[in-house]
């Protein structure tokens, strides 16, 4: 699945999360004393992230008087049992949590599942224009009855599922999943198993799971042993507002033996404590959710819908460094790569790119699955890969200077390619490099063609001729540079030749200039430490560059043809529309269908030849792919019929999975859409219509609009399925239309 992050958010939520941090550090001066004193008699204290916009935190201490209604006096005190609909029009979410999530108790390092559900939650609020309040409490045992008696909407506190609270609230879909896990200090050296706890004073609080676990243990220890040895154990009733913190110093400090943590929490706190050690798992894998009241299945819909979509979008994979061998004994291989199209793409519901489909057949021949993680810029890149999220980056990179100052190591090259300046064809050619006096270059300044520019400009310094250097931002992919070059908005750019390869069949106004490097291999990177990978892909290079499966691939996507089929060829004969007519209209009747519309379709994909096959591997004369007429139950496309009825039930299918209430005409092009770029990217594109205040019950002036938005990062990125080439589906539902109407005109009584 490929792992896919939205940075700008990110970085919002982290401003949100470091403005709650402040408060808590003031706690280590005098001054702060007085300030934590304030916060004590005074229940609200409202945290703005910055004064000049309304983002902002709310945070509610609720502790000694959550159940004095009467102390709760402002607008966000008072108590509700609202469901979604009044929570949006009151514009306020409300979410109890632990103090600890509250003031942060310590500070983020390297483990992204540092406070996550915080995280996750902050940005479920944004999306839906909703000021998070955060009602606290210290007191772990207040969380549900807070809830339940109307003070929060939600509680998110890392709460386990158990019968007994299903009983009492409703949980979300899991955001986590954690083993209860028994802690003592590092220095503890007895030996420990579930039946001989050894007489070990457990602490724990009141009211929690981990106090049903001990007593459903004890319980059970009971019944098969009677407690005459050390076999037993003492439960030792902790303060519920004790933080981790706290109960791992009563450890240290030799007042209790060990307590009871969840493994997903404890990852975090051995990151800076070395003073405590996990000895021993005390049951299995259980789920971690967000609880609401049982009366709310509004907010309960909408918040299982948001946390699917970001755990399908933003799941980490397990972070492990390891060469080789750790890779077979994971049986999976981490890619790191973009979301373009040379590289990394999803197309009619194929995944596909010349980098992946490499990687892909080298995972296959070390016999491990594939995993992808779809990176924003090469930092990213980089930092995952340091830190252990992935095993290799591939995204068609050449070895700089400052790409060898990072401890990575570079294969051998598996593409060697040339720098080359992209321009508009209708101005006049560049021919040489005095020809780019006081023109202007748009690239990424990460990206080795900056480097490349930069030397160009020093050459050409002596020679008195300038152009000038503008940087773009670093998510911006290449394609949507040159698009902006094509379209008048940017004057060049330098792209490699490969790209160019791609890029020219699409865009009819684009020309390639001259060359700024020779050839420049492109490689795959890895960590210094993993030499034995380093082996096995350079042997791969040496075995695959130029054979057989490496030229399939790489004619595949650079060499043949990707320009649709000519649009308004059809056939002379004007009393027919091709040999397949009759064909067309028993078929088209069957799936119930317009038979022109179909006639209109199969003349855009296949031109009406049933051998057609694309460059992406679709056949037959409605160009089905392989995988989608078998799930159809079709074979031989190649057959007129099979070809045009696997479209047709495709088309049905498509068509049944879109609401009864859209206007007709409106399920044609969608249904459309959907067949030229896949369903997932239609949902995307109505998605975002929403959020563009547009209409996403209409194709024309909306949906279509939204579709060219889904090719910019600013916006694949937060969309489920990510980049599409959006101008393909609007282009393809355009063409169709314009033919329907001429073969609407020459048979205007036969639908």
């Not at 490496?550 to 043949?560: A, E």
């Not at 529309?577 to 519309?597: G, H």
């Given at each position: 699945?490929?792992?896919?992050?939205?940075?700008?958010?990110?970085?919002?939520?982290?401003?949100?999360?470091?403005?709650?941090?402040?408060?808590?550090?003031?706690?280590?001066?005098?001054?702060?004393?007085?300030?934590?004193?304030?916060?004590?008699?005074?229940?609200?204290?409202?945290?703005v992230?910055d004064?000049?916009?309304?983002?902002?935190?709310?945070?509610?201490?609720?502790?000694?008087?959550?159940t004095?209604?009467?102390?709760?006096?402002?607008?966000?005190?008072?108590?509700?049992?609202?469901?979604?609909?009044?929570?949006?029009?009151?514009?306020?979410?409300?979410?109890?949590?632990?103090?600890?999530?509250?003031?942060?108790?310590?500070?983020?390092?390297?483990?992204?599942?540092?406070?996550?559900?915080?995280?996750?939650?902050?940005?479920?609020?944004?999306?839906?224009?909703?000021?998070?309040?955060?009602?606290?409490?210290?007191n772990?045992?207040?969380?549900?009855?807070?809830?339940?008696?109307?003070?929060?909407?939600?509680?998110?506190?890392?709460l386990?599922?158990?019968?007994?609270?299903?009983?009492?609230?409703?949980?979300?879909?899991?955001?986590?999943?954690?083993?209860?896990?028994?802690?003592?200090?590092?220095?503890?050296?007895?030996?420990?198993?579930?039946?001989?706890?050894?007489?070990?004073?457990?602490g724990?609080?009141?009211?929690t799971?981990?106090?049903?676990?001990?007593?459903?243990?004890?319980e059970?220890?009971?019944q098969?042993?009677?407690?005459?040895?050390?076999?037993?154990?003492?439960?030792?009733?902790?303060?519920?507002?004790?933080?981790?913190?706290?109960?791992?110093?009563?450890?240290i400090?030799?007042?209790?033996?060990?307590?009871?943590?969840?493994?997903?929490?404890?990852?975090?706190?051995?990151?800076?404590?070395?003073?405590?050690?996990?000895?021993?798992?005390?049951?299995?894998?259980?789920?971690?959710?967000?609880?609401?009241?049982?009366?709310?299945?509004?907010?309960?819909k909408?918040?299982?819908?948001?946390?699917?979509t970001?755990?399908?979008?933003?799941?980490?994979?397990?972070?492990?460094?390891?060469?080789?061998?750790?890779?077979?004994?994971?049986?999976?291989?981490?890619?790191?790569?973009?979301?373009?199209?040379?590289?990394?793409?999803l197309?009619?519901?194929?995944?596909?790119?010349?980098?992946?489909?490499?990687?892909?057949?080298f995972?296959?021949?070390?016999?491990v699955n594939?995993?992808?993680?779809?990176?924003?810029?090469?930092?990213?890149?980089?930092?995952?890969?340091?830190?252990?999220?992935?095993?290799?980056?591939?995204?068609?990179?050449?070895?700089?200077?400052?790409?060898?100052?990072?401890?990575?190591?570079?294969?051998?090259?598996y593409?060697?390619?040339?720098?080359?300046?992209?321009?508009?064809?209708?101005?006049?050619?560049?021919e040489?490099?005095?020809?780019l006096?006081?023109?202007?270059?748009?690239?990424?300044?990460?990206?080795?063609?900056?480097?490349?520019?930069?030397?160009?400009?020093?050459?050409l310094?002596?020679?008195?001729?300038?152009?000038?250097?503008?940087?773009?931002?670093?998510?911006?992919?290449?394609?949507?540079i040159?698009?902006?070059?094509?379209?008048?908005?940017?004057?060049?750019?330098?792209?490699?030749?490969?790209?160019?390869?791609?890029?020219?069949?699409w865009?009819?106004?684009?020309?390639?200039?001259?060359?700024?490097?020779?050839?420049?291999?492109?490689?795959?990177?890895?960590?210094?430490?993993?030499?034995?990978?380093?082996?096995?892909?350079?042997?791969?290079?040496?075995?695959?560059?130029?054979?057989?499966?490496?030229?399939?691939?790489?004619?595949?996507?650079?060499?043949?043809?990707?320009?649709?089929?000519?649009?308004?060829k059809?056939?002379?004969?004007?009393?027919?529309?091709?040999?397949?007519?009759?064909?067309?209209?028993?078929?088209?009747?069957?799936?119930?269908?317009?038979?022109?519309?179909?006639?209109?379709?199969?003349?855009?994909?296949?031109?009406?030849?049933?051998?057609?096959?694309?460059?992406?591997?679709?056949?037959?004369?409605?160009?089905?792919?392989?995988?989608t007429?078998?799930?159809?139950?079709?074979?031989?496309?190649?057959?007129?019929?099979?070809?045009?009825?696997?479209?047709l039930?495709?088309?049905?299918?498509?068509?049944?999975?879109l609401?009864?209430?859209?206007?007709?005409?409106?399920?044609?092009?969608?249904?459309?859409?959907?067949?030229?770029?896949?369903?997932?990217?239609?949902?995307?594109?109505?998605?975002?219509?929403v959020?563009?205040?547009?209409?996403?019950?209409?194709?024309?002036?909306?949906?279509?609009?939204?579709?060219?938005?889904?090719?910019?990062?600013?916006?694949n990125?937060?969309?489920?399925?990510?980049?599409?080439?959006?101008?393909?589906?609007?282009?393809?539902?355009?063409?169709?239309?314009?033919?329907?109407?001429?073969?609407?005109?020459k048979?205007?009584?036969?639908?």
């Amino acid at each position: 699945m490929a792992v896919k992050f939205n940075i700008k958010k990110l970085k919002k939520v982290s401003y949100l999360l470091f403005s709650l941090l402040f408060i808590n550090s003031c706690s280590d001066d005098p001054q702060s004393k007085k300030i934590e004193a304030a916060q004590k008699s005074q229940p609200d204290i409202t945290v703005v992230a910055d004064n000049n916009k309304p983002d902002k935190i709310i945070v509610l201490d609720t502790d000694n008087n959550y159940t004095q209604k009467t102390a709760l006096t402002t607008e966000h005190k008072k108590t509700s049992q609202a469901d979604w609909d009044t929570i949006k029009e009151s514009g306020t979410l409300r979410i109890i949590v632990p103090y600890s999530f509250q003031y942060n108790d310590f500070l983020p390092r390297k483990s992204l599942s540092y406070n996550n559900e915080l995280k996750l939650i902050l940005r479920f609020s944004e999306e839906n224009n909703l000021t998070p309040v955060f009602v606290s409490t210290k007191n772990f045992s207040n969380m549900l009855p807070l809830l339940e008696q109307g003070f929060g909407d939600l509680v998110v506190a890392n709460l386990t599922i158990t019968q007994a609270r299903k009983a009492l609230v409703k949980f979300t879909t899991p955001v986590d999943q954690s083993i209860e896990q028994l802690v003592v200090s590092h220095s503890f050296n007895k030996k420990l198993s579930i039946k001989n706890l050894n007489g070990l004073k457990i602490g724990v609080r009141e009211n929690t799971s981990f106090m049903g676990t001990l007593i459903a243990l004890k319980e059970k220890q009971q019944q098969d042993q009677p407690a005459t040895s050390n076999q037993d154990f003492q439960i030792v009733k902790l303060d519920d507002r004790l933080s981790a913190d706290e109960k791992f110093n009563q450890i240290i400090s030799g007042k209790i033996d060990a307590v009871i943590e969840d493994s997903n929490r404890l990852a975090l706190f051995k990151e800076y404590r070395s003073d405590i050690k996990t000895i021993l798992d005390l049951g299995k894998e259980r789920p971690i959710a967000w609880a609401v009241r049982k009366n709310n299945p509004d907010l309960l819909k909408h918040l299982n819908r948001y946390i699917i979509t970001e755990k399908l979008l933003q799941h980490m994979p397990e972070r492990h460094l390891g060469d080789l061998d750790t890779i077979k004994k994971h049986r999976q291989l981490r890619l790191i790569t973009r979301n373009n199209a040379s590289t990394y793409f999803l197309w009619k519901n194929q995944l596909m790119g010349f980098e992946y489909d490499l990687i892909r057949e080298f995972a296959k021949q070390q016999k491990v699955n594939l995993k992808v993680l779809v990176a924003n810029d090469f930092n990213q890149m980089a930092q995952w890969l340091e830190e252990g999220y992935g095993d290799i980056i591939s995204a068609g990179l050449i070895k700089t200077p400052d790409r060898e100052k990072l401890p990575i190591e570079f294969t051998n090259p598996y593409l060697f390619v040339q720098e080359v300046i992209v321009q508009r064809k209708s101005e006049q050619a560049i021919e040489s490099l005095q020809d780019l006096g006081q023109r202007t270059f748009y690239v990424r300044k990460s990206s080795s063609y900056f480097n490349t520019l930069q030397n160009i400009q020093d050459q050409l310094h002596s020679q008195n001729i300038h152009f000038s250097i503008e940087t773009v931002p670093e998510t911006m992919e290449t394609e949507e540079i040159i698009k902006h070059v094509v379209d008048g908005e940017y004057d060049l750019t330098v792209a490699d030749s490969h790209i160019i390869a791609i890029e020219e069949s699409w865009h009819g106004d684009l020309k390639v200039s001259i060359p700024l490097t020779g050839k420049q291999g492109h490689r795959w990177l890895i960590r210094k430490t993993d030499n034995k990978l380093l082996a096995e892909l350079n042997k791969f290079i040496k075995k695959e560059y130029k054979q057989l499966f490496y030229n399939v691939t790489y004619n595949k996507y650079f060499k043949n043809s990707r320009k649709l089929f000519d649009a308004d060829k059809r056939e002379k004969n004007n009393k027919t529309i091709s040999v397949y007519d009759d064909l067309i209209k028993s078929l088209a009747k069957e799936y119930d269908f317009d038979w022109r519309l179909i006639a209109a379709q199969v003349n855009k994909e296949s031109q009406f030849n049933p051998k057609a096959k694309s460059w992406a591997g679709a056949k037959g004369l409605l160009q089905v792919m392989p995988r989608t007429a078998r799930e159809v139950g079709i074979s031989n496309l190649k057959k007129p019929e099979n070809g045009l009825r696997a479209g047709l039930k495709y088309m049905t299918w498509i068509n049944g999975q879109l609401s009864d209430e859209l206007p007709p005409d409106v399920r044609v092009w969608f249904t459309l859409a959907a067949y030229n770029a896949g369903l997932g990217h239609l949902k995307d594109a109505r998605n975002l219509a929403v959020k563009q205040g547009l209409n996403p019950d209409r194709w024309f002036g909306n949906v279509e609009k939204t579709f060219l938005l889904l090719s910019k990062p600013k916006y694949n990125k937060k969309a489920r399925y990510g980049y599409v080439r959006g101008n393909e589906p609007v282009t393809y539902v355009k063409h169709i239309q314009a033919l329907y109407e001429l073969y609407s005109k020459k048979h205007p009584d036969e639908v």
